[in-house]
């Protein structure tokens, strides 16, 4: 069936379209066998109308996000929002209409449990690693540079406030170290970090904006660590993507990130907000090779643990598996009338 792409070409009004495109597939004979309903802040709300098995696919909460992403002000009203999305959903849940529901962390599980999410019907299927992109880092990071990084989001719940105050602690105790900040920014937001870099008068720092993909595989192989200072995540991708590359993180010890770094296994988890604690970090990262290569090889082992064809295979096993649970059977059954 086709659909008119402008009519889902924006982030907001894809939500608005989804109902009335779905609709009018099923009315031309269409039947899927699941709807898959992803989840990202704002849901589609397909509990209210799909008929046939529903699963949820979500990364994370916004939760303590929403003062970073609207206004400190807006944070009460944007969670209970948000939490009232979630209610249609955990409704769903009990009444049979959600079938299942796919994340990525035991942190984003532990969120969802909290707001009346059965755990029974909750998976964790961690996210995957494209091998063919990364096999050669290990040869890019051959001989690492004195190179701290950020890569990701340049966006204000990611804190990077905090690393650049971080940085100048470190940059008056090192002598060659140099901090690149990487990413896809928002433009108010980058304006405002460039102006906190001068004001602290930050010698040895950059930031790259909009980067190609070759270019953040780049950054990432020539660091000798990656540094994550977000508010939360779901999992934290660039911390994996890092390790890849043999490049351990320094990461908040928060949601998300807690579960994609292990505490001096493949990278150190600091107190969110310690901007002491959080350049302690750095610096010990930089001054001991020994740390920093057992660190190094230790998530590069990791990261061989995960791929997108083993993430494929795992939530393919979960749809197929409530496609055939007894609940779903009456509505494959009368999709097909």
Not at 46 to 65: G, S
Not at 166 to 184: F, H, P, S
Request: glycine share 6%; net charge neutral.
């Amino acid at each position: 069936m086709e659909v008119d792409d402008e009519e889902i070409s924006s982030l907001n009004t894809v939500y608005l379209y989804a109902r009335k495109i779905y609709q009018r597939l099923r009315g031309s004979g269409w039947r899927p066998d699941v709807v898959i309903d992803e989840v990202n802040t704002v849901p589609f709300f397909t509990p209210k109308y799909v008929k046939e098995p529903v699963a949820m696919l979500i990364h994370q909460l916004c939760k303590d996000c929403w003062k970073y992403a609207v206004n400190p002000l807006a944070q009460p009203l944007g969670w209970r929002l948000e939490k009232a999305f979630h209610d249609i959903y955990t409704k769903a849940a009990r009444e049979g209409k959600l079938g299942a529901v796919i994340t990525v962390s035991q942190s984003t599980k532990q969120d969802l449990i909290e707001l009346g999410y059965p755990e029974e019907l909750i998976h964790i299927v961690h996210n995957g690693l494209d091998w063919d992109f990364y096999s050669d880092c290990t040869e890019l990071a051959d001989g690492k540079d004195e190179l701290v990084a950020y890569v990701g989001r340049i966006t204000p719940y990611k804190r990077l406030e905090d690393l650049l105050k971080a940085w100048k602690v470190v940059e008056q105790g090192t002598r060659d170290a140099a901090l690149v900040i990487a990413g896809r920014p928002e433009p108010r937001y980058l304006e405002r970090l460039a102006r906190l870099a001068k004001k602290l008068n930050l010698r040895r720092a950059e930031f790259r904006a909009n980067i190609p993909q070759q270019e953040k595989k780049k950054w990432l192989a020539r660091a000798k660590i990656l540094v994550y200072p977000s508010t939360r995540e779901g999992w934290g991708q660039p911390v994996l993507e890092a390790a890849a590359c043999g490049t351990p993180a320094v990461a908040y010890d928060v949601p998300g990130l807690r579960d994609s770094v292990r505490h001096m296994e493949t990278g150190i988890l600091v107190k969110p907000g310690d901007i002491s604690q959080l350049a302690e970090a750095i610096g010990m990262m930089l001054r001991d090779s020994g740390l920093r290569n057992k660190l190094s090889e230790n998530a590069y082992r990791y990261a061989q643990s995960f791929s997108w064809d083993s993430t494929a295979e795992v939530i393919a096993k979960i749809l197929s598996d409530l496609l055939t649970s007894p609940q779903n059977l009456g509505s494959i059954n009368s999709r097909k009338e």
